[in-house]
């Protein structure tokens, strides 16, 4: 096994030496030069085509995925592999999307044949750009209380209502969401999971602007929005189950911000650039403390995964994950802060905008307060 996987080693550090443009070899991209993909995205280089199209021929942009929906079928310990050769050149991650991380899984999981034919392989590929249609005006941490409704007409559903805090909405071409389809039944059993296009008639979105200057939020409207029958996931009124199995990839996904393993300047780096960090050692055992967090935080969220692998589940796990990595997300960002003094408070710079953009990451998918409630009450068995 050892030896098979060295030997995959040695295959990945050939393939990565070849086909990784020199420009891709720079680290973790800015949130500008992420590559989100989707019908209307515009590559900001041809490095950046060059090497998704490079990594999506040989199913690397979804490893784990099976090769059929337009994975490579790697094992996670085959993964870790690929992961350490990229990491080891600096290279880019070809693609970074909501299908990718969320829609995907729960697409293997809870998807018919034909659903999981038809959408794997183009979001495996950056063809389709999808964002998430969960919350509502009047059901953000009570996500169980959605009122956005799915009326039965034979062969479709007509959807009407409002979601909000959609992040890319704007940008997206399909979106996932949560629609009420039998509106007498307790709030958990009437609710299904659809796929709606974007381009249907009657969606609209209208972006929320933050404090942070950025607009990565919309507000998405549905008005009278034909959805084929052949577009839920799962069976109907059961759409719960598939939005809970998806909350514990969203969850992850977002609290793997706080490893500082998988991303992100080392904070030793930011300190020994900065001659306020340098030479505070206040601010200096701060980050050590914050590194060794990370570090162990980095290496429970692999176990996790492992776990996944062996057939096990994360589950009600992913709450302590996401409570965990957003809250040394944001100490990460302030030690940046003052590491940098009053340089840190030029807008232009940057760092203003992380700074502040952090602060989201206790709110979105699941408040603090709600992660905490369910590690009180689900994993500590504390009464509630």
């Given at each position: 096994m050892a030896q098979d996987l060295e030997q995959l080693r040695t295959h990945w550090r050939a393939w990565l030496e070849t086909n990784c443009p020199d420009e891709m070899r720079d680290g973790p991209a800015s949130e500008a030069d992420i590559c989100w993909g989707g019908a209307n995205w515009q590559f900001a280089s041809e490095a950046q085509e060059v090497w998704l199209r490079r990594c999506a021929s040989v199913g690397i942009t979804v490893p784990t995925w099976p090769k059929e929906y337009g994975g490579a079928?790697?094992?996670?310990?085959?993964?870790?592999?690929?992961?350490?050769?990229?990491?080891?050149?600096?290279?880019?991650?070809?693609?970074?999307?909501?299908?990718?991380?969320?829609?995907?899984?729960?697409?293997l999981a809870f998807g018919s044949d034909a659903q999981?034919?038809?959408?794997?392989?183009?979001?495996?590929?950056?063809?389709?750009?999808?964002?998430?249609?969960?919350?509502?005006?009047?059901?953000?941490?009570?996500?169980?209380?959605?009122?956005?409704?799915?009326?039965?007409?034979?062969?479709h559903w007509v959807v009407n209502g409002?979601?909000?805090?959609?992040?890319?909405?704007?940008?997206?071409?399909?979106?996932?969401?949560?629609?009420?389809?039998?509106?007498?039944a307790p709030k958990h059993k009437g609710i299904s999971f659809v796929l709606i296009d974007m381009h249907s008639t009657g969606v609209s979105t209208r972006p929320i602007q933050l404090i942070s200057g950025a607009s990565p939020f919309c507000e998405t409207f549905?008005?009278?929005?034909?959805?084929?029958?052949?577009?839920?996931?799962?069976?109907?009124?059961?759409?719960?189950?598939?939005?809970?199995?998806?909350?514990?990839?969203?969850?992850?996904?977002?609290?793997?911000?706080?490893?500082?393993?998988?991303?992100g300047r080392a904070l030793g780096?930011?300190?020994?650039?900065?001659?306020?960090?340098?030479?505070?050692?206040?601010?200096?055992?701060?980050?050590?403390?914050?590194?060794?967090?990370?570090?162990?935080?980095?290496?429970?969220?692999?176990?996790y995964k492992d776990q996944v692998?062996?057939?096990?589940?994360?589950?009600?796990?992913?709450?302590?994950?996401k409570y965990a990595g957003t809250e040394l997300n944001k100490r990460r960002q302030e030690l940046i802060m003052g590491a940098e003094g009053s340089a840190a408070l030029e807008w232009e710079a940057g760092l203003p905008g992380s700074w502040l953009r952090s602060k989201a990451n206790s709110i979105e998918g699941g408040t603090s307060e709600v992660m905490l409630g369910i590690i009180a009450k689900r994993i500590l068995g504390l009464p509630g």
């Open positions: 079928g790697l094992t996670r310990d085959e993964e870790k592999i690929l992961h350490q050769e990229m990491k080891r050149i600096n290279a880019r991650t070809p693609l970074q999307s909501f299908g990718i991380w969320m829609l995907g899984p729960a697409l999981k034919q038809e959408i794997l392989p183009p979001i495996a590929r950056g063809e389709i750009r999808w964002c998430q249609g969960y919350s509502e005006p009047g059901a953000g941490s009570d996500l169980a209380g959605v009122q956005t409704r799915a009326d039965d007409c034979g062969d409002q979601k909000i805090w959609t992040s890319y909405a704007d940008k997206a071409d399909w979106i996932f969401a949560l629609v009420r389809t039998d509106r007498d549905f008005d009278n929005v034909q959805v084929p029958k052949t577009q839920v996931v799962g069976q109907i009124n059961r759409g719960w189950d598939v939005a809970k199995y998806l909350l514990t990839h969203e969850r992850e996904m977002i609290s793997a911000g706080g490893a500082l393993m998988g991303g780096a930011v300190l020994a650039d900065s001659e306020t960090g340098n030479s505070d050692p206040i601010l200096r055992a701060d980050a050590m403390r914050a590194e060794i967090d990370g570090l162990a935080f980095g290496l429970t969220l692999e176990r692998e062996a057939g096990g589940s994360v589950g009600d796990a992913s709450a302590m994950l």
